[in-house]
């Protein structure tokens, strides 16, 4: 058993919420997962949870509130490994509004598993006609995008940009759009589909006839696709060109809010003493996941969160790096991390805070 599973138990109900195609934004969690850590509406986002408790479907915001502070953002925003809805980054932030706030207002989740920088701001794109007056907005991200600059296939479709696991995402969609067809057509091709992978998967004589068919009349068909190999510098400049234009991008979709980009916390890039749980996981993950090893590090972190830095300078858009709130812990018996980048429910505690701190206003009118 995976360490993670080990001491995260309820990760399990994540792992099996499969995620679906939608136009233009890509991907969306299953709609209308339920369970008992994590539930989504029928959009495919996580339940929005009120001060009082109330789930709400990001459709319905308007009808419960008269404004919003939105986290926009990947799987930490989405609160992979929270035990349950009520202990997410933005569950948490809206039951710590004052009394005076929370009754109209709400923080909305905006996450969405495996999103890099580029999805966020197509997802905040489609989102903003369910949103009612947005105060403040919190770019909570980086890891996604800092992992796709070390990967060589990220750059495939430049200047497009590439999803996370994106094999498994194209097949997954690929199969969702036969299963759900109602054109004969595709729908007897999806079944016989099924069928001759259910006969492949049986050792015999017809797989051995299907191997030897595909050598004779197929396997010198399959199109060769040119793949452009980047250098790592080079990856990581278009990584932040890519980058620039995206917070742009949600800038201008956002000229009511005060928009912020805060680079989320990362077990390695926050330099806390992990605990021996926390150590655990990692090492399991770091054995399977190479790039681990070339973006999970101090050195990356710091030359990273100053390439960031300096792209929000130039969109005039505030920066806050979380990993120097979590590395300035001195708790080191308790674990934040349940991997490199989710966050346990006391992890979500300390973003809840410092968040709902930076968007309070002082007494000039300025946020905390």
């Known amino acids: 058993m995976h360490p993670r599973l080990k001491y995260n138990p309820h990760h399990e109900h994540y792992a099996r919420m499969a995620m679906e195609f939608r136009p233009f934004v890509m991907s969306v969690h299953e709609p209308m997962f339920r369970s008992p850590c994590v539930n989504t509406d029928r959009l495919g986002f996580r339940e929005q949870v009120s001060a009082n408790g109330q789930r709400i479907s990001l459709a319905d915001l308007r009808e419960f509130a008269d404004s919003c502070d939105v986290i926009l953002g990947g799987s930490t925003v989405f609160g992979v490994d929270a035990t349950t809805d009520v202990m997410t980054i933005s569950a948490q932030m809206t039951r710590l509004l004052p009394e005076n ?6 923080v909305v989740n905006l996450g969405i598993r495996g999103a890099t920088s580029t999805q966020e701001a197509h997802i905040y794109q489609f989102a903003r006609r369910f949103l009612p007056k947005v105060d403040n907005l919190f770019i909570l991200s980086g890891v996604n995008n800092a992992y796709m600059s070390v990967v060589d296939e990220s750059q495939r479709w430049t200047p497009f940009g590439a999803l996370i696991s994106d094999r498994h995402y194209y097949l997954r969609f690929r199969e969702q759009y036969l299963n759900d067809s109602t054109n004969r057509e595709v729908r007897m091709i999806s079944d016989m589909e099924q069928w001759l992978l259910e006969q ?8 051995t006839m299907v191997e030897k068919a595909y050598k004779i009349f197929a396997s010198d068909r399959i199109p060769q696709r040119s793949v452009t190999q980047h250098g790592s510098n080079e990856r990581l400049a278009l990584a932040y060109e890519d980058l620039k234009a995206d917070l742009i991008t949600v800038r201008d979709l956002a000229p009511e809010a005060r928009t912020r980009y805060v680079l989320q916390p990362a077990a390695i890039w926050c330099g806390k003493k992990l605990t021996s749980q926390e150590q655990k996981i990692i090492a399991a993950d770091d054995a399977v996941e190479p790039a681990n090893a070339l973006y999970g590090s101090r050195a990356f972190h710091k030359m990273f969160s100053k390439g960031v830095k300096g792209i929000c300078a130039q969109c005039e ?8 709130w979590f ?6 018996a308790i674990s934040q991390f349940t991997d490199m980048c989710h966050l346990t429910d006391d992890g979500n505690r300390i973003l809840a ?3 709902l701190e930076m968007s309070r206003p002082g007494p000039s009118g300025e946020s905390l």
């Open 101 to 106: 706030d929370n009754a109209r207002k709400l």
């Open 200 to 207: 492949f998967a049986k050792p015999g004589r017809f797989r």
């Open 317 to 324: 858009m505030e920066f806050i790096d979380a990993n120097d």
């Open 327 to 332: 590395g300035a812990l001195n708790d080191d």
């Open 353 to 355: 805070q410092k968040l």
